[in-house]
C-alpha cells in the first residue's frame, strides 16, 4: 500500500453526483461480459471514490498490457528533458551495430518520434517477424523490415515500435526503465511497488508487462491532467505533456462506426485520443482516463473484452456526474456511496462445496485434456482431484511443475504463494467439479471443469493471456536487486 495517501474529497464537494458513479457501477455489474476490477475517480485533484472487488485489493500489482506503454512514454519525455534523447534521432542512430545490415532507405530515416507515435511506416503490428528475424535483438528485427510507406505518413499500432523507444530509453540512460523511472517518477509521486517483464536478455519490454497498482495508474493520470506538475512540483516539462497527449497521426476510417469509436480519435505519443479527453489503456480494461475538460481522472483494472462498451459506460453515467460546482445537501448519498464502494465484491461460483450424494474421501482422481490436448491452455497436461481438509483441492500440472489450488467452502479461497492466486467453485453436477481461479496479479480467470464419468477435463479462458508461458508465469515478475 501506498503510505503517501492522495487527497480525499467527498464526490459532492468536488462536484461529482453519487448517484452518476453509483449507476456506473450498476451497469459494469449488471454487464455480462465485464468483470470489473478496480475503480478510482479523481476530481480536482482530490480521490472521490475508490473500491476494489474482491478479492481483488488497493495494494495488488496488477499486469497493465498496453498501459504500460504510457510509463513508457513518460520515461522518453524525462529523457528528452534531461538532453539524453531527442525526438529527431534516427532509430539507427542508437544501434550503430547495426548500420551495415541495414539498407533500406525508410528504415533508415525511422525517427524516434515516428515511433513513439506508432507511425513506423509500417502497415500492420511486426512484432512477430522481429522476434523471428533476431530472436536476441528484436530492433534489428525490426529494422530488418522494411516498412510500406514514408515513416511518419500512417498510424499502425506496433508492439515493435514502443520495444525501440524503450530500448532506446534504456540505452541512453544506462538502466532498465524502472530504475531510471524511480527517483524522477515513482518515488515523486509517491508510488510503491512496481515489477516489469524482461525479455530474454534482460530488457524491460517497455510495450507490456508492467505490473502496478490502480493508484499507480491514477497518479500518473493526475500528473498528465496537471500539465507535468505534481503538488506544486514539475516532474515533467509541460512541453511533453502536450506533446504525448495530441494527435500525431491520424487513424480514423471514415466511417459513423469509427466516428463512435475510441480507438479512431487519434494517437499521440504512447497515449489514445478519446472521444472525450485522452487515455493511456491496456487490454481487458486497463485504463488511464485523463478528462482535461472535466479536471478529472478515471482508473480502472478489468477483465473485459468488451473494452469500448466499458468506455461507453463511462460517458453514458460519469461524464454526466461531473457538474461545475459543488452539490450541497448530499451527504447521505455520498456516504452510501462509499459504503458500497467498501463491500464490493466479485460473486463467487455458485455450486455447493460437497459432492451431492457421495462422500469426498478416497484417493486421488486423475484427470487428462479433453480430446487429448487443451488449447485453451496448452501447457496443462494434467489435473488431479483430491480431498482437503474443507473441500477439495484441485492441482494443475504442468508437465512437473504444479499449481495446488483448495476449494474451502463457499466464496473465494486466497493463496498468497508463488502464483497469486482466489479460487471458488463447487459441483455443478454429480460428477463435475467447476473451479475458477483469478490470477491475482492479472485480468485473468480460468475455468477448469472436471468430469468424473469419463476422467477428463476442459478448461477455458474468460479473457486469454497474451504473453503467457505458462500458468507460473501470471504473476509479477521479481528480479533481484
Excluded at 500492420?124 to 523490415?145: C, K, N, Q, S
Excluded at 487519434?266 to 472521444?275: E, I, V
Excluded at 466499458?310 to 460517458?315: I, N, Q
Aim: charged share 20%.
Amino acid at each position: 500500500m501506498n503510505d503517501r495517501p492522495l487527497p480525499v474529497g467527498t464526490p459532492a464537494g468536488q462536484g461529482v453526483d453519487a448517484a452518476g458513479v453509483a449507476a456506473f457501477l450498476d451497469a459494469v455489474e449488471a454487464a455480462p461480459d465485464i468483470e470489473p476490477h478496480s475503480l478510482m475517480i479523481l476530481r480536482h485533484g482530490h480521490l472521490v471514490a475508490s473500491g476494489w472487488w474482491a478479492p481483488y485489493t488497493p495494494g495488488r500489482l496488477q499486469l497493465l498490457y498496453s498501459l504500460s506503454k504510457s510509463f513508457t512514454s513518460t520515461a522518453a519525455g524525462l529523457a528528452a528533458a534531461e538532453g539524453l534523447l531527442d525526438l529527431d534521432d534516427t532509430v539507427l542512430s542508437h544501434f550503430p551495430e547495426f548500420d551495415a545490415d541495414v539498407t533500406d532507405p525508410r528504415s533508415r530515416a525511422l525517427r524516434v518520434r515516428h515511433v513513439a507515435a506508432m507511425a513506423s511506416g509500417h502497415l500492420t503490428d511486426t512484432w512477430a517477424d522481429a522476434v523471428r528475424l533476431d530472436p536476441e535483438e528484436a530492433v534489428r528485427g525490426f529494422l530488418l523490415i522494411p516498412p510500406e510507406r514514408d515513416p511518419g505518413t500512417v498510424f499502425a499500432y506496433n508492439q515493435s515500435a514502443t520495444y525501440a523507444l524503450a530500448s532506446i530509453v534504456q540505452r541512453v540512460t544506462g538502466t532498465s526503465l524502472t530504475g531510471y523511472l524511480r527517483p524522477r517518477l515513482f518515488d515523486p509521486l509517491g508510488i510503491g511497488e512496481t515489477a516489469w517483464t524482461r525479455n530474454r536478455v534482460g530488457s524491460e519490454i517497455g510495450f507490456s508487462g508492467m505490473h502496478a497498482t490502480t493508484d499507480a495508474v491514477a497518479r500518473l493520470g493526475q500528473l498528465y491532467l496537471d500539465q507535468g506538475l505534481w503538488q506544486g512540483r514539475r516532474l515533467l516539462p509541460a512541453s511533453w505533456t502536450a506533446e504525448a497527449t495530441r494527435t500525431h497521426v491520424a487513424n480514423a476510417d471514415g466511417t459513423a462506426e469509427g466516428a463512435r469509436s475510441d480507438w479512431q480519435q487519434g494517437y499521440g505519443l504512447q497515449f489514445w485520443r478519446s472521444r472525450h479527453g485522452f487515455r493511456g489503456d491496456g487490454a481487458y480494461g486497463q485504463y488511464c482516463v485523463v478528462l482535461p475538460e472535466h479536471d478529472a481522472v478515471i482508473a480502472t483494472t478489468a477483465g473485459t473484452e468488451r473494452m469500448q462498451e466499458l468506455l461507453e459506460l463511462m460517458w453514458r453515467h460519469l461524464l454526466p456526474a461531473f457538474t461545475p460546482s459543488p452539490l450541497p445537501g448530499r451527504a447521505a448519498a455520498d456516504e452510501a456511496l462509499r459504503r458500497r464502494l467498501a463491500r464490493l465484491a466479485l460473486p463467487p461460483v455458485d455450486a455447493p462445496p460437497r459432492r451431492p450424494g457421495r462422500h469426498d474421501g478416497g484417493p486421488d482422481t486423475h484427470f487428462a485434456p479433453e480430446h487429448g490436448h487443451c488449447a485453451a491452455v496448452p501447457t496443462l497436461t494434467r489435473v488431479v482431484v483430491g480431498a482437503g481438509d474443507r473441500g477439495p483441492r484441485v492441482t494443475l500440472r504442468e508437465g512437473e511443475a504444479h499449481l495446488d489450488l483448495r476449494l474451502d467452502g463457499p466464496g473465494w479461497t486466497l493463496d498468497e504463494g508463488a502464483v497469486p492466486t482466489a479460487v471458488s467453485g463447487g459441483w455443478s453436477g454429480p460428477d463435475t467439479l467447476r473451479a475458477d481461479v483469478l490470477f491475482l496479479e492479472t485480468p485473468h480467470r480460468l475455468t477448469v471443469t472436471c468430469s468424473f464419468t469419463d476422467r477428463t477435463f476442459a478448461a477455458r479462458w474468460h479473457t486469454s493471456p497474451l504473453h503467457a508461458r505458462s500458468l507460473h508465469s501470471l504473476r509479477a515478475p521479481s528480479y533481484p536487486a
